[in-house]
């Protein structure tokens, strides 16, 4: 790389493989596992890439100084092969991040796609739902812990794949269903008449969000998931009772 193109991108791979590095020291002495925190930062290098991908899709067809013939052509390739390039390295960095470690029992019994829920896996499901149950309430509360357990089977009924894309899920259930939640949390959520400790629990927690498109998507899993995780089935229940009662 020659001074100019150093000028215009500092970031070289020594520079790179070091803040990586950094990272990963700062997670560990957080008590976050090394292939736990080598899975976060390969999530964050795929999402990069994806980004890089859509804004390459723009570009393609924003040939610079109104040329066209066969310029525009050309730019047009080249921008979607790049961009083809760069969803095959993302794609590839996010099968990498999610796939079991070597030492996983359910990857040797044939159970790649359901690999245990680790702790990562809950923290990452909860600083997504947070924001969106807030958009529809307010905090409650309800026991952080027994949050912790009802994600930990709901995230249960997904492939790794599916828990890393988690997100975008939630964000999409919520938007298509904001009428229907906003009523579910004011005749059953803080500041509703339905106190914390009763069948409708779950709508005091923002775990219910993700119980709730878990219900919507696959049902007969997440009993399955609660059963095994020994919850309260009055709570599964409860919450897809006033779910129903939301219907207008």
Same mark, same amino acid.
């Given at each position: 790389?020659?001074?100019?193109?150093?000028?215009? !991108?500092?970031?070289?791979?020594?520079?790179?493989?070091?803040?990586?590095?950094?990272?990963?020291?700062?997670?560990?002495?957080?008590?976050?596992?090394?292939?736990?925190?080598?899975?976060?930062?390969?999530?964050?290098?795929?999402?990069?890439?994806?980004?890089?991908?859509?804004?390459?899709?723009?570009?393609?067809?924003?040939?610079?100084?109104?040329?066209?013939?066969?310029?525009?052509?050309?730019?047009?390739?080249?921008?979607?092969?790049?961009?083809?390039?760069?969803?095959? @390295?993302?794609?590839?960095?996010?099968?990498?991040?999610?796939?079991?470690?070597?030492?996983?029992?359910?990857?040797?019994?044939?159970?790649?796609?359901?690999?245990? @829920?680790?702790?990562?896996? @809950?923290?990452?499901?909860?600083?997504?739902?947070?924001?969106?149950?807030?958009?529809?309430?307010?905090?409650?509360?309800?026991?952080?812990?027994?949050?912790?357990?009802?994600?930990?089977?709901?995230?249960?009924?997904?492939?790794?794949?599916?828990?890393?894309?988690?997100?975008?899920?939630?964000?999409?259930?919520? !938007?298509?269903?904001?009428?229907?939640?906003?009523?579910?949390?004011?005749?059953?959520?803080?500041?509703?008449?339905?106190?914390?400790?009763?069948?409708?629990?779950?709508? !005091?927690?923002?775990?219910?969000?993700?119980?709730?498109?878990?219900?919507?998507?696959?049902?007969?899993?997440?009993?399955?998931?609660?059963?095994?995780?020994?919850?309260?089935?009055?709570?599964?229940?409860?919450?897809?009772?006033?779910?129903?009662?939301?219907?207008?």
């Amino acid at each position: 790389m020659n001074p100019a193109e150093e000028a215009r !991108h500092p970031l070289n791979s020594a520079s790179v493989l070091n803040t990586k590095q950094t990272v990963l020291e700062l997670l560990g002495r957080a008590g976050v596992f090394e292939d736990e925190a080598e899975m976060l930062i390969a999530l964050v290098e795929a999402g990069a890439l994806t980004d890089a991908h859509s804004e390459l899709g723009k570009v393609a067809g924003e040939v610079p100084g109104g040329r066209d013939g066969d310029y525009a052509e050309g730019w047009s390739d080249g921008a979607q092969a790049v961009g083809a390039e760069l969803g095959r @390295v993302a794609d590839r960095l996010l099968r990498q991040a999610t796939a079991p470690a070597p030492h996983d029992d359910s990857a040797a019994a044939g159970g790649r796609s359901r690999p245990p @829920v680790g702790f990562v896996d @809950v923290e990452r499901a909860k600083v997504a739902v947070t924001p969106l149950y807030l958009a529809f309430t307010h905090a409650s509360d309800f026991d952080p812990e027994e949050s912790d357990r009802v994600l930990t089977a709901v995230l249960g009924t997904m492939s790794a794949l599916g828990r890393a894309a988690y997100a975008g899920r939630l964000d999409e259930f919520t !938007h298509a269903h904001g009428d229907r939640l906003t009523r579910l949390y004011a005749d059953f959520g803080p500041g509703s008449a339905v106190g914390i400790h009763s069948r409708y629990s779950l709508a !005091h927690s923002p775990s219910g969000i993700a119980v709730l498109e878990r219900l919507s998507t696959v049902p007969e899993d997440l009993r399955a998931a609660w059963d095994s995780a020994e919850l309260p089935p009055a709570w599964l229940e409860g919450l897809a009772k006033a779910w129903d009662d939301a219907v207008k």
